[in-house]
């Protein structure tokens, strides 16, 4: 071949657009899917019993669409990269389009089509934006087919080809079968319910057959030009890479790519955008052969083959399919022929991946090669089109009906078998469709607010797309690659899965609702952007001078004179100075943010529109859903707050430069940071120190899924089809909602959506309830700040002695229970956005704390509550997290602390774990893998209890149960080879925070029906109370203090454990006396030398605080050093003469600045008990006219209490050994 860099340039540019539409085509397909188990509910007009299966398998071809989408952004990237290196500008543009027709490749010829006809000459590929059916998916079959491939015809009835396709689809029910019964340790039983499984999966319901309608199709010729492939596989091996190994012998690659690879490995920016990089995992071996291609620069021609080599994995998963294919199966049936553990090969499968994963050796071949094979973009849509055209047959087998529904099996059970019956054609009242129907074009047109939503959406989210590739474009451009640093790190971050997330997905995923013109979709000329605003126009004549080397120059001189004219307007003088191209920059920026910014003004006023005009003619489960996602749309506007943050190293809690802090000098608003008041955050006061653990629902899709998903998708968490209430005859279906529930009980806010899974008597049950309270005094000052030890961050609170400590049951038999309120209609979430407010572990909002009585048949009792500040004198209305701004939030401190380890819990928390965890969690070396044994073990065995005899005469109902239950299992059995190891990984992880709640407070009930209040009055005589008064919250004392951990998370159950300390002031009010008391515990044996150390008049425990004593005397001084009055005084010894065990003594009135205290105590050792128990006990007196005074007085006298029992313990474990003493 003659040297052709123009030509090699020009099949890069084909690969390119070539990735770019398969990305756009597979991911719309994604969108289009049906996603929330009442969508499967009917199909026609009747009841659909298959609902559970279709919601499930459904769920999955999206996250195979997602995955093969994801992985398309990767061979984007690795083009651009390859163009790059030869000193090319970026390429996102896409190809010619054609109404109706999707995008052409005049250089690109399959040899079938759709059809499985052989095509002719001028036929063309297509590729079109389409819902997924079975033409789509037959389509993408043959995008990601080899020649050869298509040689073989895998569309034709009865060819191998269409016979070993059917294999696969067989093999991977069998995989997932036995993934559901991993812990089925019997084979004569896993036979058994793999066979009931499998006729429940089959059972079919009745379908309507029609006649197949022809299609017509016109096709318009176009002049092939340079080069012409039939396949992906032949555009990179045969016509890329030999013209790179020239390029690199021709001295054509000019750049090595080592800075961008650096930069997007880098944690703080790209990596934490999820920029898609790849590898993907497949298998260790591939993970090691594929993980320089980032690492290492493009030095040579071996990286680009490496690079080639990794694209056609991903896609049809090496040459020779159908013989990589055949290979697997003869693996596995081999691994049948010798089984102990049942089926058919299929249980090693799963055990052999199991092993590898955890093992450190190199994967073996033939599990490499299987895995290659079956996580390839090909195959994945191979097992799409086997399902759905089950589903399209009603579910039932090849040419089989509801009366012999199981009898047809071949000698290898043929689950999927159908080629020798006729494909049906179904009529709409029973034809499956996987994809969401449309808002018909007729209600469209009758409703005012519809009509412009659909009218206007495609131009909205094309003003979207423009942004993305704009950004994209900036991150592999040459020309300016250092000065644009700081602003292309900032794109890094927020151009791949944050903007995926929050715009792109939840758009496409709008449109499916509505009968939206297709054709309109990933348009950017300025024809299909908004006409008002006009920033999306402005934004594409700037990304025009980087896509167009030959622009007219009056184009480019306008389009520099309006960024000049915007770099002006910022007032730096500095960055007038730039080059005109960082100008350039500067105004692609400003404007790409007022684009999202608009888009979400667009959305908010969306919401308005679709609230009052759209309840007549949507649907209730279709109006949640889009209401989500205008929602997630309406969030847009925050990319523009955290761009300008970013760019000057902002990010989460990761403050910015001090140039930005400086600009924002209202920064600290909303701080409610512990160490924030100079004076001390507590002075000289009692308060309360509650406690409480349990189990938060944490009812939200988890990352990569964007937080409008309702069911989890390609995250961790999943919703199931019976995850539904049942009140009467009417059933509440369940979702996520992105809310973190605590409290089911609380009648001040009510939830009607909630996911309560059933675990078992012994599994986790919602709620976070009191487990001990404490009064405790400051001993001075007491503060709260952050402490790093062993490098883990958690809040350290410091200046507290303990009074008195009461657990739980002790003070009423009533569940004492603390619960995050909602703020109007907005329940408390994670905000995080997808990595755009917050990095993982992310501040709550809206932060309602409130503690209450729970009371069985009448209203609770409202003890406690308090909110986040969110509004100053000069803010109109309160603010949530998303109004303030990232620099506002960041000095909040209500983002998380740091990460622990669940050892980490302390022993009061555990007293609330449930059962199963107690059990568990204790067995160090085993746990986590051994609570999800557990928990499958408990599922599995419900499973059985579900299945009935004979299994066809199930109800839908059964069917969700069975379905959910089941998948249930499968995730818990096989947390090691699931795509995410959260699983395992969030079962061993907490989440500190800590932070104070310093805003208004809320009407509680009196002292008297407080019950914490009256039980410490019972044990003291001492009456405390809330201080309702509190004016600043900068001042000592009236600010509340929250430490608090979120972890061990429990994906089955949605549950995570909970465990918080909260700090409340308290005021004393005292007209007489209150008695403390301090009792410390010893062994039976030492009874003597307890009574002889502790209960001698004239050798108190704590000798050395006063002046000397002689032996027998009636009367010690305490010193002045010793004592928190400010002065010494004498005590006398009173009461009946002392005994061996026992004295009783007292004080003169102590004058405190106003007041008085007087001290009556006692010491008394227990006889013939064990433990021996060793108690001081002291009655203070407190008088005075001053309320204050008084006041003041009892804090000092309850410090001197809490400090001397302090250090008495501290002497009796020196004196009798820290194991020989409980306090």
């Given at each position: 071949m003659r040297p052709n860099k123009a030509l090699l340039v020009k099949l890069l540019r084909i690969a390119a657009q070539l990735e770019h539409c398969l990305l756009n085509a597979y991911l719309y397909a994604a969108c289009s899917l049906k996603s929330m188990p009442e969508e499967f509910e009917e199909i026609g007009d009747e009841s659909n019993s298959r609902r559970a299966i279709q919601f499930e398998r459904v769920r999955s071809w999206k996250a195979s669409l997602l995955a093969a989408s994801k992985e398309e952004m990767v061979h984007i990237h690795y083009v651009q990269c390859l163009l790059r290196a030869l000193g090319e500008p970026p390429c996102f543009e896409l190809p010619q389009r054609k109404e109706g027709e999707g995008w052409l490749f005049p250089n ?1116």
């Open positions: 690109w010829q399959t040899m079938i089509d759709s059809e499985g006809e052989v095509t002719e000459e001028g036929d063309y590929v297509k590729v079109p934006i389409n819902t997924l059916d079975e033409d789509t998916i037959k389509e993408f079959i043959l995008y990601e087919s080899s020649d050869l491939l298509q040689i073989e015809n895998p569309f034709e009835d009865g060819s191998e080809l269409k016979e070993v396709f059917g294999d696969l689809a067989d093999f991977e029910f069998d995989l997932h079968l036995a993934s559901v019964l991993k812990h089925v340790d019997d084979p004569a039983q896993y036979e058994t319910l793999k066979e009931q499984l499998e006729d429940i999966y089959s059972h079919p319901i009745t379908v309507q057959v029609t006649a197949s309608r022809d299609e017509e199709e016109e096709e318009e010729e176009l002049q092939k030009k340079y080069v012409r492939f039939k396949s992906i596989g032949d555009l990179y091996w045969k016509g890329i890479l030999p013209l790179y190994e020239q390029a690199f012998e021709l001295g054509w690659v000019k750049y090595d790519n080592l800075n961008l690879n650096n930069e997007l490995l880098d944690e703080n920016y790209a990596g934490a955008g999820l920029l898609p990089v790849g590898p993907f995992y497949r298998d260790k071996n591939f993970e090691k052969s594929v993980d320089e291609n980032l690492k290492d620069p493009l030095r040579n021609y071996k990286d680009v083959r490496d690079i080639v080599r990794e694209i056609l994995i991903e896609g049809e998963g090496f040459a020779n399919f159908r013989f990589r294919a055949k290979a697997l199966l003869a693996k596995v049936e081999e691994l049948g022929q010798g089984t102990t553990l049942g089926g058919e090969g299929e249980r090693e499968y799963v055990e052999a991946l199991i092993e590898d994963k955890n093992s450190q050796e190199p994967t073996p071949d033939w599990l490499a090669n299987g895995q290659r094979l079956r996580l390839s973009h090909l195959y994945r849509f191979i097992i799409i089109w086997e399902e759905l055209e089950q589903e399209q047959r009603g579910g039932s087998l090849s040419g089989e009906t509801s009366a012999n529904a199981g009898v047809a099996k071949r000698q290898k059970r043929r689950f999927w078998q159908k080629w020798n019956a006729p494909k049906p054609k179904l009529t709409s009242g029973s034809n499956f469709e996987p994809a969401r129907q449309p808002i018909s074009q007729e209600d469209v047109n009758s409703n005012l607010g519809l009509n412009k939503l659909t009218e206007e959406l495609p131009a909205q989210f094309n003003a979207c797309y423009l942004v993305l590739l704009a950004w994209l474009s900036r991150m592999y451009e040459i020309r300016d690659w250092q000065a644009d640093k700081p602003r292309r790190q900032a794109i890094q971050m927020l151009a791949s899965w944050p903007l995926m997330s929050m715009a792109i997905r939840p758009f496409l995923e709008l449109a499916s609702f509505f009968p939206v013109d297709l054709n309109k979709l990933y348009r950017i000329e300025p024809d299909y952007l908004p006409y008002l605003p006009p920033n999306a126009r402005l934004l594409y004549e700037v990304y025009e001078q980087y896509i167009t080397q030959d622009n007219q120059q009056s184009r480019k001189t306008n389009c520099l004179q309006a960024a000049k004219e915007v770099v002006r307007g910022l007032g730096n003088p500095a960055l007038e100075k730039l080059p005109d191209l960082d100008q350039l920059n500067l105004y692609m920026d400003y404007l790409a943010v007022r684009v999202l910014s608009d888009a979400a003004e667009w959305a908010s006023e969306m919401i308005g529109v679709f609230d009052t005009a759209a309840e007549d003619v949507v649907r209730p489960n279709y109006q949640k859903m889009l209401l989500a996602r205008l929602q997630e749309l309406s969030y847009l506007g925050e990319f523009q707050k955290q761009f300008r943050f970013r760019v000057q190293g902002g990010y989460s809690n990761q403050l910015p430069d001090l140039t930005y802090e400086n600009l924002h000098p209202n920064k600290e608003d909303y701080e409610e940071k512990p160490e924030y008041i100079p004076e001390g955050l507590y002075q000289d006061t009692l308060a309360l120190r509650l406690r409480f653990s349990g189990y938060g629902l944490v009812q939200m899709a988890t990352d990569p899924d964007p937080t409008a998903d309702e069911v989890g998708c390609t995250g961790t968490h999943m919703l199931h089809a019976n995850d539904y209430s049942e009140n009467g005859q009417e059933k509440t279906y369940q979702y996520f909602d992105h809310a973190l529930i605590w409290q089911d009980n609380d009648d001040k806010d009510p939830i009607e959506n909630i996911i309560c899974r059933d675990t078992g008597e012994e599994g986790p049950k919602l709620g976070i309830n009191l487990t001990e309270v404490s009064l405790v005094v400051t001993d001075g000052i007491a503060q709260a700040g952050i402490q790093e030890k062993r490098d883990v961050e958690d809040l350290n609170v410091e200046g507290f002695l303990e009074l008195l400590t009461v657990k739980a049951e002790n003070i009423t038999s009533n569940d004492i229970c603390l619960n995050l309120r909602k703020k109007g209609e907005t329940a408390p979430f994670l905000n995080g956005l997808n990595h755009i407010v917050w990095r993982d572990g992310e501040p709550i909002d809206p932060f309602i704390l409130a503690v209450y009585q729970h009371q069985q048949d009448e209203d609770n009792i409202e003890l406690f509550q308090r909110e986040i500040f969110n509004q100053t004198p000069k803010d109109a209305q309160e603010k949530t997290l998303l109004d303030m701004s990232p620099l506002q939030r960041t000095v909040s401190s209500r983002g998380p602390i740091g990460f622990d380890t669940y050892i980490k819990i302390p022993n009061w928390a555990r007293e609330n774990f449930s059962q199963e965890m107690k059990q568990e969690i204790g067995k160090l070396l085993a746990y986590p893998m051994s609570f999800l044994d557990n928990r499958a073990n408990n599922l599995l065995e419900k499973l059985k209890q579900q299945i009935p005899q004979p299994v066809n005469s199930l109800n839908r109902e059964q069917v969700d149960t069975i379905v959910s239950l089941g998948e249930r299992t499968r995730l818990v059995s096989i947390p090691t080879i699931l795509p995410h190891t959260t699983t395992i990984g969030w079962l061993t992880t907490l989440l500190h925070y800590g932070h104070t709640v310093s805003g208004k407070l809320g009407e509680v009930a009196g002292g008297e029906q407080n019950p914490i209040f009256t039980k410490i009055q019972g044990e003291t005589d001492l009456q405390l109370s809330q201080d309702n008064s509190i004016e600043d919250r900068n001042q000592p004392n009236n600010r509340w203090l929250a430490k608090y951990t979120k972890g061990v998370m429990d994906t089955d159950s949605l549950l995570d454990f909970v465990y918080f300390e909260l700090y409340i002031p308290v005021k004393p009010n005292i007209d007489g006396s209150f008695t403390f008391t301090k009792e410390w515990t010893f062994t039976a044996d030492i009874q003597e030398a307890v009574k002889k150390y502790g209960c001698d008049f004239s050798k108190p425990i704590l000798e050395s605080s006063y002046e000397t004593i002689e032996t027998g005397a009636k009367e010690r001084t305490r010193k002045e050093s010793d004592s928190v009055f400010g002065k010494g005084f004498p005590e006398t010894l009173s009461g009946s003469p002392e005994q061996p065990g026992s004295y009783e003594y007292s004080s003169d009135a102590i004058n405190v600045d106003g007041a008085s205290v007087k001290i009556a105590g006692n010491f008394g050792c227990t006889e013939g008990e064990d433990p021996v128990k060793l108690t001081w006990t002291a009655t203070f007196t407190v008088k005075g006219d001053n309320e204050d005074a008084k006041s003041y007085a009892i804090v000092l006298a309850a410090n001197f209490f809490a400090k001397d029992a302090q250090d008495m313990t501290i002497k009796l474990k020196n004196h009798f050994g820290p194991n020989n003493v409980n306090s």
